[in-house]
């Protein structure tokens, strides 16, 4: 399958585009003119239901939506278009709104480490054992989320946390032996072609690090192009590559993003799963629960469940985060919570390795377990997942009841107290 790109210059050049209104089409120049837009063939061609494209999940998660946007942001911009204003006052107001949007959320450049005298922009090391690195050539993707949270590295063209060497890498791996995982993010590391895969890959076996037991890709190929790993040139050396990591004692775990059963339908998709589970690669899915996409239980058990028989484990759901168009798809904590508990309550034990609804917030990854009530105070209870000190995980603690909020900053300590535990400690870290 060849690989056809469309975005805000060409997206009138796709046939089932003319199904929109020259109205809809407007709305899609607009909120693209703010909010990265990027899909490819396969999404519009295999993935989308055109004849009910207002509605379409997938549709909507690949096409910007009037509502993503204020409704003065929209009008300001849309009258800039309209009246043909020259491009650096439309980039200008542009500017202005990305920025009220939250664009570089949870405090991502205080995970930034220092070695050797320097700032190591390609990785970020926030969780004791597990470093995030960041290859040059995979800072894109195939399509763009419109609930992306790294959408300002596309918009702003801020690769700011991109670096090359793998040689960097390797020697603070082996610097910091308490590291055992390393993630490949993005972007989408699966965009890059095999021959760069291989001189990471092959640059961490050869170093032979005993203390790195996974390798981590981040990536939405699986549901967005999933002939990455099928017909596309470089895919058999690909799997090859996998196949040769693992053989040299290293786990390769495929962080798949999912957002629908859809995405798990195809023969496309099914193929891909199937080859990479074959070349000894663990596949995990994880997705943040949106409003307009999967805030239903029954969509998130089906999710599992289609996942699992396919040989994929369910790993995070995840609550969208507080950037870009957050406001279109947030999900209350009660709903996501609920809705989570519901999923869970109707698969079996081994669907439920998923862990959330989880917030990737700055002091850590905090998971809501649920609503309860203690000496007569209706709270939340929460739990790190992750936290910036490990010794954070796994205490559960309270924050008031609150059936509004939609992330960390609305919630206050339940009982009348002052501050979260970690608040203190977390404070002084980041000083
Ligand atoms: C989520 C995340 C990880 C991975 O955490 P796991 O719980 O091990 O999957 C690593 N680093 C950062 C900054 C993260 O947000
Ligand atoms: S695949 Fe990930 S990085 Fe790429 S647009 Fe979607 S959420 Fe953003």
Redesign the pocket.
């Given at each position: 399958m060849q690989y056809k790109q469309y975005s805000l210059h060409n997206f009138r050049q796709i046939p089932q585009i003319n199904i929109l209104t020259e109205e809809q089409k407007f709305v899609i120049e607009v909120v693209g003119t703010v909010l990265p837009f990027k899909t490819d063939n396969y999404v519009v061609d295999e993935l989308i239901d055109w004849t009910n494209f207002e509605n379409d999940p997938i549709f909507i998660l690949n096409f910007p939506q009037k509502d993503m946007l204020d409704e003065a942001s929209f009008r300001k911009v849309a009258s800039l278009l309209k009246n043909n204003s020259p491009r650096k006052i439309v980039q200008e107001e542009v500017k202005k709104i990305r920025l009220k949007l939250n664009p570089n959320p949870a405090g991502q450049e205080s995970?930034v480490p220092v070695f050797e005298g320097e700032r190591l922009t390609g990785i970020?090391h926030?969780?004791r054992?597990?470093v995030?690195f960041f290859p040059t050539q995979g800072q894109t993707c195939h399509a763009y989320c419109t609930f992306c949270f790294r959408w300002s590295q596309f918009a702003l063209n801020d690769f700011k946390f991109a670096m090359k060497e793998a040689d960097k890498l390797v020697r603070y791996l082996k610097a910091n032996p308490q590291i055992t995982?390393v993630?490949f993010t993005g972007g989408d590391p699966a965009v890059m072609k095999t021959r760069f895969f291989e001189e990471y890959f092959n640059a961490l076996v050869e170093a032979d690090i005993p203390n790195l037991k996974n390798i981590r890709i981040g990536t939405k190929s699986l549901a967005y192009w999933p002939y990455r790993f099928t017909t596309d040139d470089d895919a058999d050396d690909l799997l090859n590559l996998f196949r040769k990591v693992k053989k040299n004692g290293i786990n390769i775990a495929l962080m798949a993003h999912f957002n629908h059963p859809r995405e798990l339908k195809t023969d496309a998709v099914r193929e891909a799963i199937e080859r990479l589970i074959e070349a000894g690669v663990q596949i995990r899915s994880q997705s943040p629960i949106l409003r307009n996409i999967n805030d239903s239980a029954d969509i998130w058990a089906e999710n599992w469940e289609e996942q699992v028989a396919l040989g994929v484990i369910p790993y995070?759901m995840f609550v969208a985060r507080d950037t870009g168009a957050q406001d279109y798809f947030a999900v209350s904590l009660k709903r996501a919570w609920q809705i989570y508990r519901n999923a869970y309550n109707q698969v079996s034990g081994i669907c439920r390795t998923v862990k959330g609804p989880s917030m990737?917030c700055s002091p850590g990854?905090i998971q809501i377990m649920g609503v309860s009530e203690v000496n007569g105070e209706k709270v939340f209870v929460l739990n790190f997942?992750?936290g910036r000190d490990p010794s954070w995980v796994g205490k559960p603690f309270f924050a008031k009841y609150d059936p509004n909020a939609i992330w960390i900053d609305d919630l206050e300590p339940a009982f009348d107290e002052s501050n979260f535990f970690y608040e203190e400690a977390y404070y002084e870290l980041l000083a």
């Open positions: 995970n970020q926030k969780y054992e597990i995030l995982d993630l995070y990737s990854k997942l992750q």
